[in-house]
């Protein structure tokens, strides 16, 4: 049996865990969620569309985040306001935010607040 050469090997995570022993780990999370999709009234961290906020000894930030649909309105704009919240916390030195589509997002992925604000709990 052969792998494909762009899937990833069986027990990777489809999601690449996060900086999350940083320092500037949770202001980069507080700085996701001053980011509201237009459409909905939950911020882009607890609507689960940030997957992977990656901090280097650097202090460089690197967004893994998707869409909660490939044709949305705002796609082309959405990784350019991710990088205008995150580049003003102090100790910042550079923000990248990658969209991707895969994992695709589903309504599992909100938090139990974004749930709740939109009535689904």
């Known amino acids: ?14 999601i690449k865990p996060s900086s999350v ?3 500037l780990h949770e202001a980069v999370v507080d700085a996701c969620r001053s980011v509201y999709d237009p459409e909905i009234p939950v911020n882009i961290f ?12 650097e202090n460089d930030v690197k967004i893994i985040m998707t869409l909660t ?5 705002v796609a082309g704009e959405m ?3 991710v990088v205008d919240a995150i580049s003003v916390v102090p100790g910042v030195r550079h923000v ?3 969209l ?3 994992p695709q ?7 139990d607040e974004a749930r709740l604000e939109l009535g689904f709990m």
């Open 1 to 14: 049996m052969s792998v494909e050469p762009d899937s990833p090997m069986e027990g990777t995570p489809l």
């Open 21 to 23: 022993d940083h320092e």
């Open 46 to 57: 607890d609507l689960g569309l940030i997957y992977t906020i990656e901090i280097s000894d």
């Open 69 to 73: 649909a490939p044709g949305c309105p």
């Open 79 to 81: 990784p350019g306001w």
């Open 96 to 98: 990248d935010v990658d």
């Open 100 to 102: 991707v589509w895969e």
């Open 105 to 111: 997002w589903g309504m599992d992925m909100m938090s």
